[in-house]
């Protein structure tokens, strides 16, 4: 259900107000007007098989990627909706199941002059009789001082991390970004304030994309399974899992995997719901609640009747989970009040989808988007018009093609669809 507005509190007399640390806010999409998306505004091609993710990042607004089978990852430029990059992984190593994008920041060092090169001494002069002549040193030239070197501002850093059918995790990164930056701000310095005998650096080729990893995926038996599934948290990790019932989270930095919990059952969906709590959809119909700090199954949550195949949040705490077997169900956390006891999931809410759902999208806390295996996308919302304020479907978008709708994204009042047709279907 919505979120309900908080009372507030007067404060007390005579105390401060300490400073609260709370979690860090779920990010939604905005909400789409239904009136806004009744047609089909684009269709995209540059795929030429199934599409599995769609991602726009948390800084960078003015890009969009998309990673499919194919083993292509594309730079969609979002106010043109052309692609501006395209990166072209490995056949050996198979097809891109999952794109996760990590955002880091460098700070580059203010460039530094190099002194000058004071002149060689004269040689020396002797006169007729052999002495050696005094000379006057040569007198010194007045050099103005430059500004100190303004501190340059933080570079946006990003790694992409696929995974593959053949078990590979893929690690991409701009090769030599950071030398290239450091090199065009002292170039741009020393050209602005140029030093006596020294000479700036030459101007370096323009870095670009690469896949610096590319780490295998196997099980203590040897053998390897698809990873059909990632995870971020912030810039220092990434979790995987797939079919081969492993979740293991590795170490951005040295790119080792420093945890590895065996559960029962293959792991379809994983998905940060708050800062230390991910959820792994199971092929076994369960939702498993796992603390990362400790690597621990806090719990295990039951209730569908098919594969859990997606997994979002909703801004008021609650969370969604989308199955095979048609329905999505709301989840809330309900607290005990005893201190160093867990609390307890429950299930608040069932929605009947008709047919499996493969993809779910929250926009704003009262309209969700639920992509089915039929290829229609219906938005529900919470209808509060109604006697019994409930969730209702309100429209259902059918494309021609009855692939699964894998992937959905919202931006700028536009709904995205992709899924196994190979096409991005822009709606608006």
């Known amino acids: 259900?919505?979120?309900?507005?908080?009372?507030?509190?007067?404060?007390?007399?005579?105390?401060?107000?300490?400073?609260?640390?709370?979690?860090p806010p779920i990010v939604l999409a905005p909400p789409i007007p239904l009136v806004l998306i009744a047609r089909l505004k684009l269709k995209l091609d540059a795929h030429t098989a199934t599409v599995s993710t769609l991602f726009m990042g948390d800084f960078d607004k003015s890009t969009l990627y998309s990673a499919g089978s194919d083993n292509k990852i594309i730079f969609w430029d979002v106010q043109t909706m052309q692609p501006k990059l395209q990166l072209q992984g490995s056949t050996e190593y198979g097809g891109t199941l999952e794109l996760a994008v990590t955002e880091q920041w460098y700070q580059p060092p203010p460039p530094v002059l190099p002194q000058p090169v004071e002149p060689p001494p004269p040689p020396p002069v002797y006169d007729s009789k052999g002495k050696l002549k005094k000379q006057k040193p040569p007198p010194k030239k007045k050099v103005k001082e430059p500004p100190p070197p303004p501190t340059p501002n933080p570079i946006q850093v990003l790694t992409l991390i696929t995974t593959t059918s053949r078990g590979f995790l893929q690690v991409w990164?701009?090769?030599?970004?950071?030398?290239?930056?450091?090199?065009?701000?002292?170039?741009?310095?020393q050209l602005q304030y140029p030093v006596e005998g020294c000479e700036p650096p030459d101007e370096l080729p323009p870095p670009s994309w690469a896949?610096?990893?590319?780490i295998s995926i196997s099980s203590p038996n040897g053998t390897r399974y698809p990873a059909n599934a990632l995870a971020?948290?912030?810039?220092?990790?990434?979790?995987?899992?797939?079919?081969?019932?492993?979740?293991?989270?590795?170490?951005?930095?040295?790119?080792?995997?420093?945890?590895?919990?065996?559960?029962?059952?293959?792991?379809?969906?994983?998905?940060?719901?708050?800062?230390?709590?991910l959820l792994a959809g199971c092929t076994d119909k369960k939702i498993r609640v796992v603390n990362t700090q400790t690597m621990e199954v806090t719990?295990?949550?039951?209730?569908?009747?098919?594969?859990?195949?997606?997994?979002?949040?909703?801004?008021?705490?609650?969370?969604?989970?989308?199955?095979?077997?048609?329905?999505?169900?709301?989840?809330?956390?309900?607290?005990?009040?005893?201190?160093?006891?867990l609390g307890v999931w429950n299930c608040t809410k069932t929605l009947d989808n008709g047919v499996g759902v493969h993809s779910l999208l929250a926009c704003g806390?009262?309209?969700?988007?639920?992509?089915?295996s039929d290829g229609a996308a219906k938005l529900w919302f919470w209808n509060v018009h109604k006697k019994n304020a409930d969730w209702e479907?309100?429209?259902?978008?059918?494309?021609?093609?009855?692939?699964?709708?894998?992937?959905?994204?919202?931006?700028?009042?536009?709904?995205?669809?992709?899924?196994?047709?190979?096409h991005i279907r822009v709606y608006r």
């Open 1 to 23: 259900m919505p979120p309900k507005p908080a009372a507030k509190k007067p404060a007390a007399k005579g105390k401060k107000k300490g400073k609260a640390t709370p979690e």
């Open 173 to 189: 990164q701009v090769v030599g970004l950071r030398e290239y930056i450091d090199n065009s701000l002292l170039r741009e310095y």
């Open 211 to 214: 896949c610096i990893h590319t």
């Open 232 to 277: 971020v948290q912030g810039s220092t990790a990434v979790y995987s899992g797939g079919r081969d019932h492993h979740l293991r989270r590795w170490d951005l930095n040295t790119w080792d995997c420093v945890a590895d919990l065996e559960f029962s059952e293959g792991i379809n969906k994983l998905h940060f719901h708050g800062e230390n709590t």
């Open 299 to 341: 719990h295990v949550l039951t209730g569908h009747h098919g594969a859990v195949l997606t997994i979002t949040s909703l801004q008021d705490g609650q969370f969604l989970s989308g199955s095979g077997d048609g329905t999505v169900k709301f989840w809330k956390l309900h607290d005990r009040g005893m201190p160093g006891v």
């Open 365 to 372: 806390p009262c309209q969700i988007v639920v992509g089915g």
């Open 393 to 422: 479907c309100a429209r259902s978008i059918t494309a021609e093609s009855k692939g699964a709708l894998g992937t959905l994204f919202a931006h700028d009042y536009s709904l995205l669809t992709a899924g196994s047709d190979r």
